[in-house]
């Protein structure tokens, strides 16, 4: 049985073990942490549940058939919940005026051979080409904002669209549609999958190791499943041109608040909603967590999200600032204020990659790693955690055909019904 170390044991490291004792690969995960799940931690207080990251994720055939096999179920998103807003005066669901969607309209007619984004072009300039300024500052940028963080005049079309020409051994799969779709989430939180996850893989024969600072060997299949960052760290000695290009990835640091409220004091019914720049609010947005999904209460819960690329200051202020802070924009968004039960706020400092035009760049430019070793993880040209479910079962499949002289097939579909991009 051939040995795999797996550094990491976040949720792209949870994954990527899957796949791989899935496949009969002996594994064995390193996680310098006490704990698994990396920054996806929930946390149990009187008034509701409290997500630290990722509140849920995008289901697919991949998740679907992964939680069917470890025995973890997934609630759909409510109906309540599938209304979604942006502030323009106030929230609305279609923040476009009628010159907006006329202009959009023509731009659209006028682009029909051109929507597809150019090299090195940024969102916002693909969006004055394509979309006009109205649709590009009120829907664009504050639903990309809502999900990137990062600041529209560098991040990269090219990649959020999935149009970035990357090299091969980047290469992962597209999601393949879910018999649910659309947003999903365990019962109990997002702690939930990752127990489930790790519980399975005990069962499977994997050994974790906690608290332990791994060291790269050259000949020892590895998957690097860290943080840009302290992937470059990692790979310093045995593939220093890969860890000088990581290196230079920028990372942005987030703040979420999650706020519990009296029931009554729910009164927009929705997602949550998202903020563009110019409506005067320092978060990005709010998302409305007792309206998602079923057993966030008994509170009604909002977690504001604050920080990314425009705002890098907002992690500095201390836990009493940001309090006022959310009790000023919520007071003003709802015109009256409500006292919060209970906030309870998560910091994360340079914790998420800025998918900008400097990220794209570094990307195509990045050389293999050496042999027998593979990344995964969220600055890879793929954002989200059901990307990286499909990265992580692509690596699995390579490790396969690498260590057992097999090919994949391009194109074909893999366990969970995922089509491979092989150029994406």
């Not at 706020?345 to 998420?352: E, G, K, V, Y």
């Not at 954002?383 to 097999?406: M, N, W, Y």
């Amino acid at each position: 049985m051939e040995a795999i170390s797996v550094v990491g044991a976040g949720f792209s490291g949870l994954v990527t073990a899957y796949y791989l004792a899935r496949d009969g690969f002996k594994v064995q995960i390193c996680e310098q942490s006490s704990r698994a799940g990396g920054l996806i931690k929930t946390i149990q207080t009187p008034h509701g549940l409290v997500e630290t990251a990722a509140n849920g994720l995008l289901n697919s055939a991949r998740l679907e058939a992964l939680c069917a096999d470890i025995g973890v179920p997934l609630l759909p998103t409510r109906r309540d919940g599938r209304k979604r807003f942006i502030f323009r005066g106030q929230a609305r669901q279609v923040p476009l005026n009628l010159s907006d969607v006329f202009t959009l309209g023509v731009r659209l007619a006028a682009s029909a051979t051109s929507l597809r984004p150019r090299q090195f072009e940024t969102i916002a300039e693909w969006g004055r080409r394509v979309l006009g300024k109205g649709a590009t500052n009120y829907l664009l940028v504050p639903a990309l904002g809502g999900i990137y963080a990062g600041d529209p005049e560098r991040l990269s079309a090219s990649l959020i669209f999935g149009r970035a020409a990357l090299p091969g051994h980047l290469r992962t799969n597209r999601p393949a549609r879910a018999k649910v779709r659309g947003t999903v989430a365990p019962p109990h939180g997002m702690q939930q999958l990752i127990d489930g996850l790790a519980d399975y893989l005990k069962r499977a024969g994997v050994e974790f190791v906690f608290n332990h600072r791994a060291q790269a060997e050259a000949n020892e299949p590895t998957a690097v499943c860290l943080s840009a960052r302290n992937a470059a760290e990692f790979l310093a000695d045995i593939a220093p041109a890969v860890s000088e290009a990581l290196r230079r990835v920028e990372m942005l640091s987030l703040v979420t608040a999650t706020s519990f409220y009296a029931p009554e004091a729910g009164r927009l019914k929705g997602f949550g909603c998202l903020f563009p720049r110019d409506q005067g609010y320092r978060a990005r947005g709010v998302l409305f967590n007792d309206c998602i999904f079923e057993g966030r209460g008994p509170a009604h819960a909002e977690t504001w999200i604050f920080g990314g690329a425009l705002d890098p200051e907002v992690v500095n202020l201390n836990d009493q600032e940001l309090a006022q802070l959310i009790a000023d924009e919520r007071e003003r968004f709802f015109g009256r204020h409500d006292p919060a039960l209970d906030v309870q706020i998560t910091r994360w400092p340079n914790a998420l990659p800025h998918y900008s035009v400097d990220l794209e760049r570094i990307l195509t430019a990045l050389s293999s790693p050496p042999p027998n070793l593979t990344l995964v993880g969220n600055y890879l040209g793929r954002i989200g955690l059901a990307k990286i479910l499909e990265r992580a079962a692509c690596v699995a499949e390579d490790f396969g055909a690498s260590l057992r002289g097999t090919s994949p097939t391009p194109g074909s579909r893999g366990w969970g019904g995922a089509v491979r991009e092989d150029s994406p």
